[in-house]
């Protein structure tokens, strides 16, 4: 077990729909980072917080966005689904700021119908 | 831009070792990870690397370091069964604008290794 919690496991929606995606880091762990899984584009870096505030942006889209709370947990809100939205998203989390050892969540599964 | 590469499939019988390779391109990469992902399951991190460093062991699990060539290897001894998964290799480079944290991996495709009894 990593201490990374993401809910649900599985989501099943339909295009058009809203969804949110919810992480909670390992205890202390200050930085949370969200990837995108799939097929065709393998594991993407989509966005990362430290602390509360947005620090790198990677291949997200606009109709993608998160934050993180004060509590430290984040949500990634996924708008206006498509068919290739169909992934595996995963949550990590980390505590060093020197080595970036990052642990990652089990992962939601989102399929857009 | 950042680039990882590995091979697509490994397969090997149990007890032998295995070796799964990983390319970079990145020169300024400060560490190399390698992650394991069982099938429904998400990535579990196995090890990583200083990029001063050129080998780092950990039970039956060996990373070597060719920062020249840009090459990382994970060899891992007396294959078993339960080792067959896909294999990540990912790096990291540098800080990103705030300065606070390295920010992104970039990983590989990924090898699927397949250990046969």
């Known amino acids: 077990d990593s201490g990374v919690t993401q809910t649900p496991k599985h989501l099943i929606t339909a295009t058009g729909q809203r969804v949110t995606l919810r992480c909670s880091p390992r205890s202390g762990d200050l930085s949370v980072y969200w990837y995108q899984q799939s097929l065709d584009q393998g594991l993407q870096f989509l966005i990362q917080?430290?602390?509360?505030?947005?620090?790198a942006k990677g291949n997200i889209l606009e109709r993608f966005s998160a934050q993180q709370f004060p509590d430290l947990h984040s949500e990634l809100n996924l708008s206006s689904l498509e068919l290739g939205d169909s992934a595996l998203y995963f949550c990590?989390?980390?505590?060093?700021?020197?080595?970036?050892?990052?642990?990652f969540g089990a992962g939601t599964r989102l399929s857009v119908l | 831009g950042e680039d990882v590469e590995q091979s697509l499939f490994l397969s090997v019988r149990e007890g032998d070792s295995s070796v799964i390779n990983c390319t970079y391109t990145?020169?300024?990469?400060?560490?190399l990870y390698w992650y394991k992902q069982e099938p429904g399951a998400g990535l579990q991190l196995l090890t990583y690397?200083?990029?001063?460093?050129d080998m780092k062991q950990d039970q039956r699990l060996t990373v070597l370091l060719n920062k020249k060539d840009k090459h990382l290897s994970l060899r891992i001894a007396d294959t078993q069964t339960g080792d067959s998964a896909i294999y990540f290799c990912a790096e990291t480079s540098g800080n990103n604008a705030g300065g606070t944290s390295y920010g992104k991996l970039t990983f590989g495709q990924g090898t699927i290794l397949t250990v046969h009894p």
């Open positions: 917080y430290y602390n509360g505030e947005e620090r």
């Open positions: 690397i200083f990029s001063n460093m």
């Open positions: 990145d020169s300024s990469s400060t560490y």
């Open positions: 990590a989390s980390s505590g060093s700021i020197a080595k970036n050892i990052q642990y």
